[in-house]
């Protein structure tokens, strides 16, 4: 029998507590073989790993948090050091990506490979826009740190703290911006996995 190493142990952890968070039973089944949880490396996809702007305020942003997402956010700092940040290549010349990265934890192109879901960390800086996009994926994020404001399909910007969900149905189009504290939220794909995000014409 094979002992779990220390590693696998905080990897462990940060996605059952994630899964929980999403209320997704399937996800917690971590030790099933067909899940690496024994490796830190992301599958080979050959996708060079970078590292962008924005994670200069991950510390803060792991810091603004709240007592129902402060476990996930001390479980996430632990294998920090792991992790492959990435952008949309989509957004090649948009002017926001000093701010922005996202890091797919589970999923086709994630640390651990699964084809069902996305399972992900999204991470915005402080006074960041996200302008309008939309996707095929229906998603769900709920915010682990900071405070930052959604607009849906009603055109409404809405604040949203530490703990609280947001549902964007399939190509529902949508937008995110940060004031002074940095965003770090979770999201959930589910369906149509391989069809990435586009900005919208005029989104702001």
Known sequence: MTTATESEIRWQELLR???TLFAMTDLQRFDDARVDVASDVLHDDG???RSFAVLHHLDRALAVKDEVTSPICVAFQ???STLRWRQNSSYARADFLDGYAYCELVGPG???KRDDVALGVLLL???VIY??????AAETYIVLSGCAQWRQGDGIWRAREPGERIRHASMEPHAMRTAD???LAAYLWQDHLHEGAR???GGA
């Open 17 to 19: 507590r994630l899964a």
């Open 47 to 49: 996708v060079e790993p």
């Open 78 to 80: 632990r294998v920090r």
């Open 110 to 112: 994630g640390h651990r």
């Open 125 to 127: 800086g402080p006074h």
């Open 131 to 136: 302008p309008e996009h939309a996707h095929p």
């Open 181 to 183: 504290e940095p965003l």
């Open 199 to 201: 900005l919208l014409e």
